[in-house]
């Protein structure tokens, strides 16, 4: 009989999901090419902190089995968003908090270098 990828799952508790969620930021600070390479051993590029906040094995697990969303009613035809559905609602929860707290102001500018150009630029 097969054994259920999750028969040795272990329930996460809520630093632990605090961590996942800081190695996630941090892995946004610190770009190594592969995942793994937060974890490695090599002295000239290892960074410590990723294998002191949590095994390679459980970040994997836990990224693995992360979503808020109830598969058993999830209906890929009628949601709203089908690419975001594992993260649906705390999408939309943090959207909602953003729109509240952080209110634009009147003056907005956008830097030309977000900025498709498509015309030429002469220097002389």
């Given at each position: 009989?097969?054994?259920?990828?999750?028969?040795?799952?272990?329930?996460?508790?809520?630093?632990?999901?605090?961590?996942?969620?800081?190695?996630?930021?941090?892995?946004?600070?610190?770009?190594k090419?592969?995942?793994?390479?937060?974890?490695?051993?090599?002295?000239?590029?290892?960074?410590?902190?990723?294998?002191?906040?949590?095994?390679?094995?459980?970040?994997?697990?836990?990224?693995?089995?992360?979503?808020f969303?109830?598969?058993?009613?999830?209906?890929?035809?009628?949601?709203?968003?089908?690419?975001?559905?594992?993260?649906?609602?705390?999408?939309?929860?943090?959207?909602?908090?953003?729109?509240?707290?952080y209110?634009?102001?009147?003056?907005?500018?956008?830097?030309e270098?977000?900025?498709?150009?498509?015309?030429?630029?002469?220097?002389?």
């Amino acid at each position: 009989m097969a054994e259920s990828k999750a028969s040795n799952w272990e329930l996460v508790t809520p630093p632990e999901m605090m961590m996942l969620l800081g190695v996630k930021m941090l892995m946004d600070i610190v770009k190594k090419p592969e995942e793994e390479m937060y974890w490695g051993k090599d002295p000239l590029l290892e960074t410590p902190i990723f294998a002191n906040t949590m095994s390679y094995r459980r970040y994997k697990k836990i990224r693995e089995y992360f979503h808020f969303t109830n598969n058993d009613s999830f209906d890929r035809e009628t949601h709203p968003n089908p690419k975001l559905c594992k993260i649906y609602e705390i999408y939309q929860a943090l959207e909602e908090k953003f729109q509240k707290f952080y209110n634009l102001g009147k003056n907005v500018t956008i830097d030309e270098s977000l900025m498709l150009y498509k015309g030429r630029i002469a220097w002389f």
